[in-house]
Nanobody, 128 residues
Framework: QVQLVESGGGLVQTGGSLRLSCAAS????????MAWFRQAPGKEREFVGA???????YYADSVKGRFTISRDNAKNTVYLQMNSLKPEDTAVYFC??????????????????????WGQGTQVTVSS
């Protein structure tokens, strides 16, 4: 059974930083593409960033330059470093895994249907 457990969410002031972690088990982590999505109340889930199994990274325009996704295969963990946080970053952040070891195009990384495993989410609230 695949399990993704997010942690690191919380309340932070505008301009602050948080680092989210996603611990994975039950899959071949080093061979999986990993991603972060977020969902704010009343809005659809949106792509935040992804890191392929070969280490390539992709970001939504709204977070590029502020957020950094990384992975530590030895710890089966993917991270999302979030800097210069804004109130509009407030959302539940979800970790997702794509267990297909494809070198995917950008379109595939940004689509929720690409990912077959999801975590429970962690709340990030940025106060103004």
């Amino acid at each position: 059974q695949v399990q993704l457990v997010e942690s690191g969410g919380g309340l932070v002031q505008t301009g602050g930083s948080l680092r989210l972690s996603c611990a994975a088990s039950g899959l071949t982590f080093s061979g999986s593409n990993m991603a972060w999505f977020r969902q704010a109340p009343g809005k659809e889930r949106e792509f935040v960033g992804a890191i392929g199994w070969i280490g390539d990274t992709y970001y939504a325009d709204s977070v590029k330059g502020r957020f950094t996704i990384s992975r530590d295969n030895a710890k089966n963990t993917v991270y999302l470093q979030m800097n210069s946080l804004k109130p509009e970053d407030t959302a539940v952040y979800f970790c997702a895994a794509d267990r297909k070891t494809y070198v995917r195009g950008t379109y595939y990384y940004t689509e929720p249907q690409t990912y077959d495993c999801w975590g429970q989410g962690t709340q990030v609230t940025v106060s103004s």
